[in-house]
């Protein structure tokens, strides 16, 4: 064997060794990206979305890495089968991702279409968990906030159907002074002797925090409420929306507690230990 030989045979190692896992580049991509038409935001759930929609409506999609190849899956409006695009991905970094389409299949695929195509350049948007006074994508942190007061409207309206309609299949519930409700049934029975307990509830959003990857928010505000026997109460929350597949933000983690002292327990009665 030759020398370059020798020595190509002995790097190659290296080099495999020194390539990002499936794993590895999958944790890179979530988050979005700006491209010269679009952003692209990578889910961790594995579906993404374009803003703006293409043409033909190619708005979202579902993504995946395999053997260090990017792999798209879409449907165009009106059509019965997906499209799909394998992209050799060329560099990947916290900052920039450079990709060519290798492979492309389905109604989505361009007339004419050469490849691989040219590499497209794209660079990260960069922001983690920031406030709403920071450069957050304001699109979804108004989607959000309307969502958060829509559910106070339906839950002062005591729609119990819609207002357990707000909350993810795995959501939990953190109330004060008990343990926590971790499915549907007893969230629903929870709800359900809260519509019962007052005559008027009402919560408002003050802070806002979306995660970089777009796929959840954390919320924490303020509620006020009545109760049937006119007493009031008000208290704070805090919320942990989850950015579902279809676009619809549900509520994942749920934890609220009154702003009242507690009230104090009160000492058994003269005599009580003799009628025990």
Known sequence: MSRVGLVAAFLAPAIALARPDDAALTQLLVGTWHGPR?????RAD???VLDPPDDGENTRGKWRIEHGRLIETWRLTDETEDSSSVEEIIELTEKIFKSRIILQEGPGKPEGQVL???IF???RVTFAFTGTTAAVDSKLEKAVRDADAEWSKVAAAKDLDKTVAFYADDAVIFPPNQPAVT???GIRNLWKRFLDSFTDISWKTTRVEVAKSGDMAILTG???MTMTDGSKDNGKYCEVWQNKADGKWKV??????SDLP???????????????
């Open 38 to 42: 679009h952003e692209t935001q990578y």
């Open 262 to 276: 507690a009230q104090p327990v009160s000492p058994p009665g003269p005599g009580a230990a003799e009628k025990k």
């Open 116 to 118: 691989p195509s040219e």
């Open 252 to 257: 994942g983690i749920d934890m609220f507690s």
């Open 222 to 224: 303020t509620y006020e």
């Open 183 to 185: 499915n549907k049934d």
């Open 46 to 48: 594995g579906t993404w």
């Open 121 to 123: 350049t794209v660079t």
